[in-house]
DNA sequence: CCAAAAGTGTTTTAGCTACACCCATGA
DNA sequence: TCATGGGTGTAGCTAAAACACTTTTGG
């Protein structure tokens, strides 16, 4: 068992989150930089010894982005016994200059479970970690090299995103309460990375009855104006 | 850090496993049961200190079942805080005299994660472990009152496989290596509880281009011999 | 030749795609 | 009135479902 900041930590567990965020038309996630490493990770953290795992979770992403009731869906669990490369924590330690031995325990072997999230990156105001002196959000396409295996829990949520997004569709937490079809069109297309046909997105979209329909949105341009929409209430 | 028979396993952290067999036209998973307690468990284990996830998993099987290449597939890693019973395990522990303070370690929180695996049950040995004394097929619909959460780790498994069944296949795992499209069909049938069309069903299985068809079984029922199939060799 | 079950051809249906047309908007 | 982009109608395509017909088997 461990200790940091008087809270006692589950040993060798840890979860690391791929937190999405859709700006500009470009899908984003949030990536840590530590302090004078030029290491870059996804924000991650630990369990606490009496605390659920889904809650952990869910405590340490509001602390960071300051949101409550945050989207979150866990995807997968990362357990090679490799996946921990010694040399790279030890560096992020030194650069806080951390010595201790009652921090050892962080450089040991880790068992992570990895969630995603969406979230209205409006809304946020990132908040990094005593290890960390930077939360930026990254253009899904442009990450800086991570640590670890952190790449390919990137990878694997993107992907699970990919096969759930018709399934259970909570992307209106990517968007701002109300949005134009052509946004959620994008929105889609910046996930599937590909093109869709706009007649039949809509249709698509309205058929299945979990759309409402709002006043117009004149945007000043010289063209119609179009409907904003928002999810229903039990959309799901 | 713990000790079991020589080996160092990871604190708090398990494995359970929901293996999937096929027998009579009923599906079916292994359940375990403590000596003396009338306690039933899902078989599981710790995860060795050098060891992947994936490999400690696939042994831990191969151990009990004595089947080397079984389809596993990780579905959902279970964190609740108050998922551990110690009354439980205490009586597990009891009932086997062991009073040790080198056991202990069993009696604390555990995160788990779930993996189901889908084998041929006539291929099967069943090993019971240290601490159980059987290790038994259970139909899938008459199942005992299992301790912890391991109902609802059942439940998860089988949702996965219903979502999975149509995109990964891996069903020739379930079945002999020759088999009828009924047989098939009825697998089909038992894993989503509904029934199929037969038309429709032969159609759609022999389009994936996945099967190879042999020679006739003959039954000795006065009607048409079925073919039998098999999956080819790069199914997937 | 009959009953039963397997294999396959045909029709119907549903959903998606692509194209096109009309509408709204402000320059 | 024109260019631009939004909403919707319609025809065509494809995949799946339902139905039915034919084939094979042993009694």
Known sequence: MSTLNGVEYIDHIAYDSVVFGYAAGRLKILVMEYHNTGL??????????HEDLDEAVKNGLEARTG?????LEQFHTFGK?????TDEM??????NEIHQKEFQ?????FISVGYYAL??????????????????????????????????????????????????????????????????????????DEKLHRGTFQRKMLSMDILERHEKKYSGAANKAPYLYSFKKNWN
């Open 40 to 49: 870059f990770a996804l924000p991650g953290g630990f369990i606490a010894m």
């Open 67 to 71: 949101l409550k009731d945050i989207y």
């Open 81 to 85: 016994a490799d996946r921990n490369k």
């Open 90 to 95: 030890k560096k992020i330690l030194e650069a």
């Open 105 to 109: 325990w962080m450089l040991s072997r």
């Open 119 to 192: 979230i209205n990156h409006e809304l946020v105001t990132l908040h990094p970690d005593a290890l960390s002196d930077s939360c930026t959000w990254y253009d899904i396409n442009k990450l800086p090299k991570l640590i670890q295996d952190h790449a390919s829990i990137v990878a694997k949520a993107l992907q699970t995103l990919r096969d759930q997004i018709d399934r259970k569709l909570p992307l209106f937490a990517l968007l701002g309460e109300k949005f134009t079809m052509q946004e959620l069109q994008g929105l889609y297309e910046v996930i599937l």
